[in-house]
């Protein structure tokens, strides 16, 4: 999977087994190690998932039929009566409203709540109601945390494992994420990057305000297209785009990419147009879910994947927001420099830009401007090597030799010459923190002709 053009497996803790979880991480990582490879590991928190309890037998239900929801014990379900696992869905639901299952096949509409354990409800699209389904709440306010009591023990054992991104479900204000930040700050010695995953309406509202507490986002369009009418998703998803590439923080498209491709060796049209669109818009990674944890040809949907990445990556029609950084922030000088790099190195045709970095900071930033050259960042911090797999055209190096500039410049130009990024003649944009051994922050840019 790896060599067909995985950089970021995620472990979606909605079916995780603390057991299973370890295994995969060791061996992603002795492979990293065995190859030299810097595959990253992204543990995705399941966040607070509504469900119908079991059913007693095959139950369906048609328009105008009047259903019970209730929370007061867990007892199987029929065509009148049925358990939901949300305490205070009573309280937190008003007439009115809709409540969706499984995925938005069926579709009801709140009548009463008692306000205590029991919501009367009439079907308005019908179907079989199925045992265990995940239910959406689109117009109600939900007084669940982000941060279920699970997420909080998975988050944890994801931090002692050192997983290089956290990904939060549902996120619907900064808070979510401040909440998951604090506790990660408790756990880990380093910092854990976190992913914001957008698929509540309330979130998209916010989004201006999210990404400057996240360190990426997710456009997850499953539980989005369920929350909004699925015809509005696209354009919400060129919109977070163009919000996380104006931010300079990375932006994975995710759900249903190469569907087709979990039974069949072909995918449709539409799908390649889908994936192919999503790179153009500007996203750093495209996701796969089921197709490649539970369809029949996984390897295959990666490399079909990737050729179609390849195919479309270099086009000049993708654009990225262009504003210049204006703010005087204390990065303000590593940030400028970052931009000028990447214009520059585009200006005279460089073949790549190589940066030194401590953080992965200038890597954020290089790469958000999307240069045409190659980007190749050396670090001494191998947990920033694997972090930014994650981000476009990014190519990581270890190095941890402590030179004086000039000899460090030269170094770097010999590792990109040797790792035929560049041959003789060609351009390159070298990105440096001067004085060197204080491993601060980028303030120096420089050109250099390959010898």
């Not at 369009?221 to 015809?231: F, H, K, N, S």
């Not at 195919?311 to 400028?336: H, M, W």
Request: aromatic share 6%; charged share 25%.
């Amino acid at each position: 999977m790896i060599d067909a053009g995985v950089n970021v497996f995620r472990i979606n803790f909605s079916h995780a087994e603390y057991t299973d979880v370890k295994e995969r991480i060791s061996i992603i990582r002795s492979l990293n190690d065995e190859f030299g490879y810097n595959t990253s590991i992204l543990a995705d928190l399941q966040g607070p998932k509504l469900r119908v309890g079991v059913m007693k037998e095959d139950v369906v239900v048609a328009p105008g039929d009047i259903v019970t929801f209730q929370t007061a014990e867990d007892v199987p379900g029929t065509a009148d009566k049925v358990y939901m696992n949300y305490k205070e869905f009573p309280r937190d639901v008003n007439p009115g409203e809709r409540v969706l299952l499984d995925d938005g096949k069926l579709i009801f509409e709140v009548k009463e709540t008692n306000k205590e354990t029991e919501v009367k409800a009439v079907v308005i699209q019908g179907g079989p109601l199925k045992s265990k389904k995940g239910v959406n709440l689109p117009n109600t306010n939900v007084s669940l945390p982000a941060l279920t009591e699970k997420d909080v023990k998975d988050a944890i054992f994801a931090a002692q494992e050192k997983v290089d991104w956290i990904a939060l479900s549902f996120v619907r204000t900064p808070k979510d994420l401040q909440e998951l930040q604090d506790l990660l700050k408790e756990h880990t010695d380093h910092k854990i990057p976190i992913i914001a995953k957008i698929e509540k309406p309330e979130a998209v509202e916010n989004i201006d305000k999210i990404v400057a507490y996240c360190d990426g986002l997710m456009v997850a369009r499953g539980d989005l297209g369920v929350e909004v009418p699925a015809q509005e998703v696209p354009l919400i998803q060129k919109k977070l785009v163009h919000t996380a590439k104006a931010a300079r923080i990375p932006v994975i498209i995710a759900t249903q990419m190469m569907e087709t491709m979990i039974t069949s060796l072909t995918p449709t049209r539409a799908e390649v147009n889908d994936v192919a669109n999503s790179v153009m818009d500007g996203a750093d990674a495209v996701m796969l879910s089921g197709e490649t944890s539970v369809g029949n040809y996984p390897v295959q949907v990666i490399e079909k994947m990737t050729s179609i990445i390849e195919a479309v990556e270099d086009s000049p029609l993708i654009q990225v927001p262009q504003d210049v950084p204006q703010i005087r922030t204390k990065r303000y000088i590593t940030k400028s420099v970052c931009f000028h790099a990447a214009q520059m190195a585009n200006d005279i045709k460089a073949k790549a830009i190589s940066t030194l970095t401590n953080s992965g900071y200038t890597a954020f930033q290089i790469s958000a401007w999307r240069p045409k050259a190659h980007i190749l960042v050396y670090t001494s911090n191998k947990t920033v090597l694997t972090q930014l797999s994650l981000l476009w055209g990014v190519n990581a190096f270890y190095y941890d030799k402590m030179l004086s500039t000039d000899e460090t410049v030269d170094d770097v130009n010999a590792m990109a010459k040797n790792h035929k990024y560049v041959a003789k003649g060609d351009m390159l944009v070298n990105l440096v923190a001067m004085p060197v051994f204080e491993k601060g922050m980028v303030n120096t840019l420089r050109i250099s002709e390959i010898e």
